[in-house]
């Protein structure tokens, strides 16, 4: 009986006395594991938020046709008579 228990022991804390089982990392390697997972899921969980905030960001800039056109008459990308005519056939 007491032969059984102190296997028991040593199944269970990875056989810390001789050194045997898992070569004595048995706790060890088990926070390891869980450290790893955890880094795993952090990473998954900030490569989609990265990517859904970024396409989020870019839906708010571009903004409507009209607006677009405004901003590149404004930057001076095009003349006068490029942004009236198209202005004409953004509204028709």
Known sequence: MIVALEDTYRM?????GEWGHMDGWGWGMSVVGWLLMALIAVSVAWL???????S?????????PLEVLDE???????????YLQRKDDLRS
Do not use: F
């Not at 269970?12 to 810390?16: C, E």
């Open 12 to 16: 269970v804390l990875a056989d810390p």
């Open 56 to 64: 989020e960001s870019r839906r708010g800039r571009d903004g409507t």
């Open 48 to 54: 989609v938020w990265s990517m859904t905030r970024n």
């Open 72 to 82: 590149r008459y404004a930057r001076g990308e095009i003349d006068r008579d490029e």
